[in-house]
């Protein structure tokens, strides 16, 4: 997938994902479990440290290898969806070649999703299920498409160019 392809599906991954929140207003997100956060750093950083806790918890000993989580709740308290939007947009752009990271950073949309949905707010969580969805399907394909030229298997399936 070209550069100029890559840029035009993300774009309209973003214009999916405003069309779905749209009259949807984003709920403050200072607030954690009923207690009120001091600032956007100390969100971002007790976010980090859920996730790593979650991973932790998996019992399979993957460490978080990136701020993607902190970067998102950074973003959603000093710039709402859009911000988170903007982020997204600099996340792909900058480490699309990057498998690692690209699935640490799918894994925070839908991880962000479940923290917002358990802290009732729904907007949120509706949010990130949408950014998600369109992150994973855009990166699914993006790995499909520069890896066909390369013979791989999958499983049983052969994929040659």
Not at 118 to 140: H, K, P, Q, T
Request: proline share 1%; net charge neutral; charged share 25%.
């Amino acid at each position: 997938m070209k550069a100029k392809e890559l840029e035009r599906r993300i774009l309209g991954a973003i214009k999916v994902v405003k069309e779905n929140i749209n009259g949807y207003d984003a709920e403050p997100v200072n607030i954690w479990c009923g207690r009120k956060l001091s600032s956007a750093q100390f969100y971002g950083a007790v976010s980090m440290k859920t996730m790593e806790d979650n991973l932790a918890d998996l019992g399979n000993g993957h460490e978080r290898i990136t701020t993607f989580m902190s970067d998102l709740s950074v973003a959603e308290w000093c710039g709402g969806y859009d911000a988170v939007l903007d982020t997204t947009k600099r996340v792909i752009n900058e480490w699309k070649d990057n498998v690692e990271y690209m699935s640490e950073f799918v894994l925070c949309t839908n991880w962000k999703a479940w923290e917002h949905n358990g802290r009732d707010n729904y907007n949120w969580a509706r949010f990130y299920s949408i950014l998600f969805e369109c992150v994973r399907d855009l990166m699914y394909d993006y790995y499909i498409r520069t890896t066909r030229k390369k013979s791989a298997t999958c499983g049983a399936i052969s994929i040659n160019s």
